[in-house]
């Protein structure tokens, strides 16, 4: 069973800046692609970011400009900072990865951390 626990959502200013943490945790033979996805209020889930294993990142229109992600694969570990952000930048951002375990392949969502853009 593999777990995915995202950290550091909370509430910051129009212009402010956060990172976001996501580690995973479990049986893993390796991770490939991971991803940063938002879930805002009546809106469908939308794409943030993604890193592959090789370290190629495709960012979200919304993301462009203002946001990064990286990871650190020795702590199976996925960062999302994000900056200047923005009141419709409010969203419940949920982080997934492409895992093999050696017995299955599967994708895998974390919890969500909830970030909120307010004054």
């Known amino acids: 069973q593999v777990q995915l626990v995202e950290s550091g959502g909370g509430l910051v200013q129009p212009g402010g800046s956060l990172r976001l943490t996501c580690t995973a945790s479990?049986?893993?033979?390796?991770?490939?692609?991971r991803g940063w996805y938002r879930r805002a209020p009546g809106k469908q889930r939308e794409l943030v970011a993604v890193i592959t294993s090789g370290g190629v990142i495709n960012l979200g229109d919304s993301a462009k400009g203002r946001f990064t992600i990286s990871r650190d694969n020795a702590k199976n570990t996925v960062y999302l900072q994000m900056n200047s952000l923005r009141p419709e930048d409010t969203a419940v951002y949920l982080c997934n990865a492409f895992v093999n375990t050696g017995s299955d392949y599967a994708v895998v969502w974390g919890q969500g951390t909830q970030v909120t853009v307010s004054s």
């Open positions: 479990g049986i893993i033979k390796r991770l490939d692609d």
